[in-house]
């Protein structure tokens, strides 16, 4: 199978003004379908910048990202978003859920805006909410749940689209050493039981470690 995702040369600079912040430097590697990859780095090295570029959020200044066969450059904004929303789910170390709604509201919210075409796999969300031990809480606002449960949520809400890859930014950065095991090792479903592609951004060498590589 040919990778999922091949970044060839990618390079990101920012710039304000006069000034120039290169990000990232010339950025090759391949993922394969179904990897679990970690992406290590200390604060500073371009690791969120790569995140951004990967998921679509910001284009690189330079190189190419093809992502499920189709370069990501020569997509115009409109079926960049498309193919965003239909094939990569986001964990965010901050959870961002939306806090006026329940948590199940928030996890069918995200099936809605992806907008697959599919209807909403019920038995998925349940599947999920088991492994994640949220079953009884879906009925709670975030406002109500733990910073563990939140995430764990937002996980739920990153996989209930079935995407294909699944891009996590610090997915355990806020948490305490049970929930961080619980959301590496629902990561480690995602792409052993699912078959999704896992990217994970961490500054923790030990979270790291759960990775294929
Ligand atoms: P990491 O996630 O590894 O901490 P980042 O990708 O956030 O690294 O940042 C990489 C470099 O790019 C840093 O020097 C940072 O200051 C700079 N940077 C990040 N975002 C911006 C931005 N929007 N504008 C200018 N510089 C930025």
Do not use: C, W
């Amino acid at each position: 199978m040919p990778p999922i995702i091949e970044a060839s040369h990618l390079g990101k600079t920012y710039r304000s003004g006069k000034l120039e912040v290169p990000a990232l430097r010339d950025v090759t590697f391949a993922v394969e379908p179904g990897e679990f990859v970690s992406i290590v780095g200390p604060s500073g090295s371009g690791k969120s910048t790569l995140f951004y570029v990967l998921g679509g959020l910001t284009s690189p200044t330079a190189g190419t990202l093809t992502i499920r066969g189709q370069d990501f450059s020569r997509l115009s904004d409109a079926e960049r978003t498309k193919l965003r929303r239909a094939h990569i789910g986001f964990v965010f170390q901050r959870f961002n859920l939306l806090p006026t709604i329940s948590a199940a509201d928030n996890i069918e919210l995200a099936h809605e805006i992806a907008d697959t075409g599919r209807p909403l796999d019920r038995a998925l969300l349940d599947h999920l909410s088991e492994l994640l031990g949220i079953k009884g809480r879906l009925d709670h606002r975030p406002n109500e749940l733990s910073g563990g449960e939140q995430q764990r949520v937002a996980i739920a809400r990153a996989l209930i689209t079935k995407p294909a890859i699944v891009l996590a930014d610090e997915p355990t950065g806020n948490l305490d050493t049970q929930n961080s095991d619980a959301v590496l090792e629902m990561l480690r479903v995602s792409s052993r039981e699912l078959g999704q592609t896992v990217l994970m951004i961490t500054h923790n060498p030990e979270a790291a470690m759960i990775a294929d590589r």
